[in-house]
Structures are given as C-alpha cells and as structure tokens.
C-alpha cells in the first residue's frame, strides 16, 4: 500500500503564525498542539507536524540546500488559488515567480508559490478535477 504518512518539518517557532493561515485554507485542521509543535491532519489522514528541538542546528531553512525545497498542496478551483496567492502577503508569505503566474510550471499547470518568512516554499496547485 503506497501513500504518504506524515511529514515533521523542525521549525524555529512550532507556532507557526503564517502555517496557522494557510493550513486552514487547504483543508488542514490542527489536531494536536503541546508547548514545541503542533500537528495538523488532512482528511486523508495524513498529517503535518511542525515542532522545534533543542539539536536545531539553524533557525534558518535554506530551500536550495539539499532536504525539503517545498510541499505542494492541493489548492482547490483557480479562484481558489488566486486567493490564497493574493492574501499571502498579508500573512507573512511572498510570492515567488509571480511574474509567470499561475503558470511557472508550464502551460498545463495552474499553481503558485509562496515563501515564508522562515524560508519554506509551498506550492498551491489547482485541483484537476475541480477547475
């Protein structure tokens, strides 16, 4: 059985302000929450776990380094999207790319890419099945 299980992102601040916006907009829910992390679950039953540890080596995250570049997300219809790139910046995200938006992955795929003030990229990418 193949499928993805979870993902433990360590972080500076487990917190996470900008993750706390837009989680909620891609369907996510917070499940659990202690004083180094919290975790927010998918309806698929994966889940994200963002938690911070004293063997942090870096309070910075380096996308370009070898490990995690960044996550896409289902982000529903093109509106959708759209509305999420455009309040991004309200919530600490800067949009990447978005001289080629929504179409920097080519023509055929409807997306686009924020950043965050930690350096973590996401990818908003249309549904297929939803417009």
Not at 33 to 39: A, I, K, L, S, V
Not at 78 to 98: F, K, Q, R, S
């Amino acid at each position: 059985m193949a499928g993805l299980h979870h993902v433990e992102l360590w972080v500076p601040d487990p917190t996470g302000a900008d993750w706390a916006w837009l989680l909620p907009r891609l369907g996510y829910v917070l499940d659990g929450e202690w004083p180094d992390g919290r975790t927010w679950a998918a309806g698929d039953g994966a889940y994200l776990t963002f938690t911070t540890s004293p063997s942090l080596a870096d309070a910075s995250h380096d996308r370009r380094r070898p490990g995690l570049n960044h996550l896409a997300f289902l982000g529903g219809t093109a509106a959708e999207v759209d509305a999420i790139m455009a309040d991004g910046p309200a919530h600490g995200w800067a949009p990447l790319y978005h001289d080629r938006y929504p179409h920097a992955g080519g023509p055929d795929h409807y997306a686009g890419w924020l950043e965050n003030t930690a350096g973590f990229k996401v990818e908003v990418v249309r549904s297929s099945s939803r417009g």
